[in-house]
Nanobody, 121 residues
Framework: QVQLEESGGGSVQAGGSLRLSCVAS????????MAWFRQALGKERERVAH???????NYAEFVQGRFTISRDSARATTYLQMNSLKPEDTAVYYC???????????????WGQGTQVTVSS
């Protein structure tokens, strides 16, 4: 079982930045690829960014060039740096651990509890 704990959410004005963190723990946690998803009120959960083979970082088109996924293996922590935030980025952001293949496929096996990001205009 893998436990994931997110932090770093909050409220920011449009154009601002936030950095989310996700700490992974539990048996086997280093063996999974990591990803960030988000879910806005009344909408389906959607993938934001994920790691795949050879540590490749992959992004949804709507965050390309604004968000950066990174990780610190020594701290078992995955980050999501979010710049140039827009009101439409408002959502609960979730960290996930799972399997990945290529630029668009990620299968989540474990989820964090989520952290709220609110962007005001």
């Amino acid at each position: 079982q893998v436990q994931l704990e997110e932090s770093g959410g909050g409220s920011v004005q449009a154009g601002g930045s936030l950095r989310l963190s996700c700490v992974a723990s539990g048996h086997g946690s280093p063996n999974y690829y990591m990803a960030w998803f988000r879910q806005a009120l009344g909408k389906e959960r959607e993938r934001v960014a994920h790691f795949s083979e050879n540590d490749r970082a992959n992004y949804a088109e709507f965050v390309q060039g604004r968000f950066t996924i990174s990780r610190d293996s020594a701290r078992a922590t995955t980050y999501l740096q979010m710049n140039s935030l827009k009101p439409e980025d408002t959502a609960v952001y979730y960290c996930a651990a799972g399997g990945a293949s290529g630029t668009a496929y990620f299968r989540p096996f474990f989820w964090g509890q989520g952290t709220q990001v609110t962007v005001s205009s």
